[in-house]
C-alpha cells in the first residue's frame, strides 16, 4: 500500500523548460531507514544531484510501500529545470547520497515539459475559443 511522505514544491518562480521523471526503487530490509529519513534526505540528495548536473529541483514527490514482507518499495516524482537531464546518472548519484548504493532502480518514464509554468491555469482550446466569443462580442458592443 503506497503512502506518500514527501510532496514538496521548490524555485517556485522558475518559468522555462523542465522535465519530469518518475522512477522506482527498493531497499531489500523491511523499513530499513523510515520514512522521515527518507523524505528529509531526498530533498538535499535530489538538490545536489540536479546542481551537479546543471538543474534545479522544482517538485518532488515520494512515496513509500512497506507491505512487502522483505523489502520496502519507493516511487519517486521530479520535476527539474533544464533538458536534456541524464536521469540515470541523477538517480546513481541520489542512491549514493541516501547511502543505499548497490540498490536496483526502475525508471519509469521521462516527460518533457516545453514550458514549466506553475500555477497557470491550462485552458485547451475551448478555453481559448470562449475567451475569443468574449472579445468579440465585448468589441462589437462597443
Known sequence: MWRQITNERFNQGFRGHAEKCVYTFSIPLPDQMGAGWIAQRAVSAHNQALADAGSILLELRVWEDTSPTWQTDYKV?????????????????????LAIAGVAFTLVKVEDIAQYAPGVIAWGSAGVIALA??????VRRR
Do not use: D, K, Q, T
Open 77 to 97: 516524482e521530479v520535476v527539474a529545470s533544464a533538458s536534456p537531464l541524464f536521469w540515470n546518472l541523477i538517480i546513481v548519484g541520489v542512491l549514493v547520497v
Open 133 to 138: 466569443l468574449l472579445g468579440i462580442a465585448l
